[in-house]
């Protein structure tokens, strides 16, 4: 198994600022995922992280609230920007590991609490 | 598109009793599907997953699901519940556009009843 370690784990922060959220992979995998988790819901997609190109996003999330870099196949990051408190949920880091294409793993997640 | 829904937000059981958390699928094309489990403040477990190899698949602690073609349905199943099993459970589908995106149902809550 891939073991992914995501940083912060919880973070409270006021409106308007931003908070860059770091994912580390112990291993090169093919694809890395953000993931968002409201209250009380399930996950939704935000965007694919691609390796030292733009990350392609789903429907409802932009670049300009959600930038994402990921220089390398080991690491990745989140930013949210521009904060409120509908920002306030569970992002979570998912990757895919070559050998397996198929099999996702997730970090624990980045409990963050707008205010 | 691929889609799956989670017939059920919520299940109480027993302990000891069978659990039966119920899934249907929606694809054109033959899924990859899988069941997660998330307990309170932790991370997202994989317990069990379909690649279309055996249609009756095991997995960890008990668990097990039967990929049913003709119902369109994977749902998961343990014989005997524990408190620890108490958790929301995810099913999911891998979208199969090449993306390798998950696709995740709305969950279900697993209460168990001492």
């Known amino acids: 198994s891939a073991v992914i370690s995501q940083k912060p784990s919880r973070d409270i922060c006021q409106r308007g600022t931003s908070l860059t959220i770091q994912c580390q992979v112990d291993?090169?995998?093919?694809?890395m995922f953000w993931y968002r988790q409201q209250p009380g819901q399930s996950l939704t997609l935000i965007a694919t992280?691609?390796?030292?190109?733009?990350?392609?996003?789903e429907s409802g999330f932009v670049i300009d609230k959600f930038p994402i870099s990921r220089p390398n196949l080991t690491f990745s990051t989140l930013t949210v920007s521009n904060m409120s408190p509908e920002d306030s949920s569970i992002y979570l880091c998912?990757?895919?590991?070559?050998?397996?294409?198929?099999?996702?793993?997730f970090g624990q997640g980045t409990r963050l609490t707008v205010v | 598109a691929q889609s799956v829904t989670q017939l059920d937000s919520h299940v109480s059981v027993s302990e000891g009793t069978p659990v039966l958390l119920r899934c249907n699928y929606s694809?054109?094309?033959?899924?990859?599907l899988f069941w997660y489990v998330q307990h309170p403040n932790k991370g997202l477990q994989l317990l069990l997953k379909?690649?279309?190899?055996?249609?009756l698949v095991k997995g960890i602690n008990g668990f097990e699901a039967e990929f049913k073609k003709s119902e369109t349905s994977f749902h998961l199943t343990k014989p005997s519940a524990h408190m620890s099993d108490a958790a929301e459970y995810f099913c999911?589908?891998?979208?199969?556009?090449?993306?390798?995106?998950?696709?995740f149902g709305t969950g279900t809550r697993l209460k168990v009843l001492a």
């Open positions: 998912s990757v895919l590991r070559a050998d397996t294409n198929t099999e996702a793993f």
């Open positions: 992280a691609n390796q030292g190109s733009e990350a392609t996003y």
């Open positions: 999911v589908v891998m979208s199969n556009s090449g993306t390798y995106k998950y696709i």
């Open positions: 694809s054109s094309y033959s899924p990859s």
């Open positions: 379909y690649t279309s190899a055996a249609t």
């Open positions: 291993s090169q995998v093919t694809m």
